[in-house]
C-alpha cells in the first residue's frame, strides 16, 4: 500500500512527515529512490529548524542531487506568483552611492573603505539575483505554459545536461503535465528517467496529495444503468438494437475499470551486445525503433563491461496496461531483425510511479 503525504506545504503536513522520518534516513529502505525525490518534490524548500527530521533528510537528498548532477546551475527562482516584499530604491539618505557617506572633505579611512567594498558586494549581490532565471506559478496552466516556451529547443534548464536547476524546477510542477505542454512534458519524461538512473533502488510508492478531495464518480444505480441488462425488454425476445446496447454498455464498464486500473513504471535497462565490433549507435537506433502505444524511450548511455565490450544502459517509461517488459524483449528486442545487433537484455531497476 502506497504512503500518503498531504499538504507539504504547510505545518502541519511538514509535522506529518518529520514523525514518519523520525529514526529514518530515506522514506523507503535504507537508500535514495524515486519515493524520495517525489516527496522533496513536494516540500520544494528546506523547511525551519523546528522540523529537526525533515531538515537532515532535505540536506541528505540535496547533497545526493548535487552529487550525481554536478553540472554548473545558471541558478533559478521559483516562486508562488506571490510578489514578495521588495528592497526600496538607493536614495542619497540611504547610501544609494558608495561613496555618498564617505566624508569627501577627508582623507578615506579604514572603515569607509570597509564599508564601500560592503556595498559593492552587496550590490553585485543583487544583481545577480535579478539576473536568475524566475518561474511563478508553475502548478497554473499559465505558470506551464511560460516553462512550454522557455523549453522550446531546449533539453534541459540549463546548458546541456541535468543540473539542480532542472530538479528545483521538477520539484515544482510536481508530475508530468498534459500533452499540450509538449516540450515540458518532453523535458520532465527526461529528468525522470535520469532520477531513476541514478537512484534505482526499490521504491515502497508515495503519493503526495494537496488534501483536496478529488471528484468522486457516483455509484451506479439503476436509473444509470448500474446493470447492463436494465433497459432491456425482460418480456419480450432480445431485439438486435437491445444486444447492440447491451455489448456497448459491457465495454464502456470494460474501458473505465481499465482507465481506473491503469498505472506508469519507471524501468531501467541493460541491452548487451554480441562482441566489441557490434555498432553501438546502431544497436540503441535499434532499440528506439521499437514503438507502442505507452511506451517512451528515455535518457541512456554506454557502460564498459570489459574486454572493450560496452552495454546501454536505457531508461523506458510505460503505461503498465499497454505494455510488458518481458514482452518487449522477447518478441520485440531479442527477435528479428534487431538481434542482429542485441544479444540480451536484462532489467536493471523498475519502479512503479
Known sequence: ????????????????????????????????????????????????????????????????LAANFPGKAAG??????????????????????????????GDETEEDKKAEAEMAAAKKASLTIAMA?????????????????????KSYISGDKLTLDDIKVYAAVLEKPAGSVANVSKWYDGVSAQLAANFPGKAAGVRVSSGKAESAAPAPSAAAGGDAD????LFGDETE????AEAEMAA?????????????????????PWDDETDMKKLEEAVRSVEKEGLFWGASKL????????????????????????D????????????EYIQSCDIVAFNKI
Open 241 to 244: 438494437e437491445d444486444k447492440k
Open 1 to 64: 500500500m502506497a504512503i500518503t503525504f498531504s499538504d507539504l506545504y504547510t505545518e502541519a503536513g511538514l509535522k506529518s512527515l518529520d514523525e514518519f522520518l523520525a529514526g529514518k534516513s530515506y522514506i523507503s529502505g535504507d537508500k535514495l529512490t524515486l519515493d524520495d525525490i517525489k516527496v522533496y518534490a513536494a516540500v520544494l524548500e528546506k523547511p525551519a529548524g523546528s522540523f529537526a527530521n525533515v531538515s537532515k533528510w532535505y540536506d541528505g537528498v540535496s547533497a545526493q
Open 230 to 233: 436494465d433497459d432491456l425488454d
Open 328 to 339: 518487449l524483449i522477447e518478441e520485440q528486442l531479442t527477435a528479428e531483425p534487431r538481434n
Open 303 to 326: 557502460v564498459a563491461v570489459g574486454y572493450g565490450i560496452k552495454k546501454l544502459q536505457i531508461m523506458l517509461t510505460i503505461v503498465d496496461d499497454l505494455v510488458s517488459v518481458d
Open 76 to 105: 533559478v527562482r521559483v516562486s508562488s506568483g506571490k510578489a514578495e516584499s521588495a528592497a526600496p530604491a538607493p536614495s542619497a539618505a540611504a547610501g544609494g552611492d558608495a561613496d555618498d557617506d564617505l566624508d569627501l572633505f
Open 252 to 272: 464502456a464498464k470494460k474501458a473505465s475499470t481499465k482507465k481506473k486500473e491503469s498505472g506508469k513504471s519507471s524501468v531501467l535497462l541493460d541491452v548487451k
Open 133 to 153: 532565471i524566475t518561474f511563478s506559478d508553475l502548478y497554473t496552466e499559465a505558470g506551464l505554459k511560460s516553462l512550454d516556451e522557455f523549453l522550446a529547443g
